[in-house]
């Protein structure tokens, strides 16, 4: 099976789109940390999304090691 070849622009914007699902989700996770206080509900909403984007980028690392850039 052969591996997909993505030009280098792509990749650079796969890694980019890692990071901000990682760091993204991570500010709204410690926001609904936060917001926890106010207990209207909303402070468990964007700990909960805030963790599945946190953690989408993590599962995105190994398929972006996968890859390999086509010059």
Known sequence: ???PM???RALQR???LIW???YGGLLS????????????GLGDSLRLWG????????????VRAWL???D
């Open 68 to 70: 390999e850039p086509r």
């Open 29 to 40: 996770l410690v926001l609904g940390l936060a917001m926890e206080r106010g207990g209207q």
């Open 6 to 8: 993505p030009t280098s």
């Open 20 to 22: 901000v699902l990682i």
């Open 51 to 62: 963790a599945v984007i946190a953690v989408l980028g993590v599962l995105l690392i190994p």
């Open 14 to 16: 796969l890694q980019t």
């Open 1 to 3: 099976m052969s591996k």
